[in-house]
């Protein structure tokens, strides 16, 4: 058979090529929040900030599957909404944040504006790197969730010198070949993952909504979630190779 001779698809409706835009109309309006939470930034508003960025996040969570539900590379071809996650994310993530670091005034000034470049260069080249997803859906390296680092840097309020140190190490585990959790990819434990970032959630905005004033119950979990998350993989691995081992 011929490709002439072979049935056609049906042309699509606009209703649904409308539809799957759509989709992509809500990823881009990331770029829009970001630009908010700069704002804010830049006034020092800093609890209206994480607000906008954690809007920008539950935005991320949902345009995946949305855009999977209504076909979106299928129905609209000539865009490709992969390229426009990466530019909003880089947006959200990482420009974002790494200006309400450098600005917070809790790293040393001398250090501030050098970790800020830093943090935006190597942010720039793990988005760029092919390898940032293991088969497993683990990032490789630190994953340059820097609205996460700036958020735990607001909670601890930690002195200039180990902030300043903490966020150099981070720049430095960007390219360094650990496995970090995707909480909601990996297959591994995931719906106690997944119940584990609803908790960090909850817990998040309320400490947004006090202005990180929070009790010191709120930031233990908070935190005991995020080493979970940094070391859970090497966990695994390591109580597999015991037991391996026993047996």
Known sequence: MSPLDQPQSPPLSRAK?????????????????????????VREHWAA??????????????????ARRFDVRRR??????DVLDLVVDFVTYVFVPAYAITASGLLMPIAAPVLGVGIVISSALYF?????????????????LWNAAAFYLFLLHPSPIPASLGIAALIVLT???INVLHPVRVARFRAFNLTLIVIWAALAVYAIMRHFEVPAAVTIVLCAIAVYIAVADAAHRLFAARSGAVG
């Open 76 to 81: 609209l071809p000539k865009w490709d909404g």
């Open 128 to 144: 760029a790197d092919r390898r940032m997803k293991t088969a497993d859906n683990h990032f490789r390296g630190f994953p340059a």
């Open 175 to 177: 390219f360094v070949p």
């Open 17 to 41: 090529r409308m539809a799957a835009f759509s989709v992509h109309l809500l990823t881009a309006a990331g770029v829009g929040i970001a630009l908010l939470a700069l704002l804010e930034a």
């Open 49 to 66: 900030m994480f607000g906008w960025l954690g809007l920008a996040l539950l935005i991320d969570a949902i345009d995946g599957p949305l």
